[in-house]
Nanobody, 128 residues
Framework: QVQLVESGGGLVQAGGSLRLSCAAS????????FAWFRQAPGEEREFVAT?????????????QYADSAKGRFTISRDNAKNTVYLQMNSLKPEDTAVYYC????????????????WGQGTQVTVSS
């Protein structure tokens, strides 16, 4: 497994932006696919975005997004820094949730049960 630590959450007004970071430990970072999920109080954990593994010399992989994230959020990875990012623009109050970073060797799933490694989460609050 890989250890994950999220950061970058906070309080922002509607229409604002935040960039979440997920720092991963281990020397096999490039072999993992990563995803961001979020969970609001009383709600099930839901998929936000995922990015595939990539070669050691490339920073970009294949990506998938939830419909709610398309056009507003961008997932990316920096293999040199062992870090995955989620750039969130045009934030809405309904984006308020704890955001979790997840990792797995397989790519393509949008179900939280398929991911083997998880971070502790970072709170994102969007005020109206």
């Amino acid at each position: 497994q890989v250890q994950l630590v999220e950061s970058g959450g906070g309080l922002v007004q509607a229409g604002g932006s935040l960039r979440l970071s997920c720092a991963a430990s281990g020397r096999t970072f490039s072999s993992y696919a990563f995803a961001w999920f979020r969970q609001a109080p009383g709600e099930e954990r839901e998929f936000v975005a995922t990015i595939s593994w990539s070669g050691a010399r490339t920073y970009f992989g294949s990506t998938q997004y939830a419909d709610s994230a398309k056009g507003r959020f961008t997932i990316s990875r920096d293999n040199a820094k062992n870090t995955v990012y989620l750039q969130m623009n045009s934030l809405k109050p309904e984006d308020t949730a704890v955001y979790y970073c997840a990792a797995d060797h397989a790519y393509g799933s949008t179900w939280y049960g398929d991911f083997e490694s998880w971070g502790q989460g970072t709170q994102v609050t969007v005020s109206s």
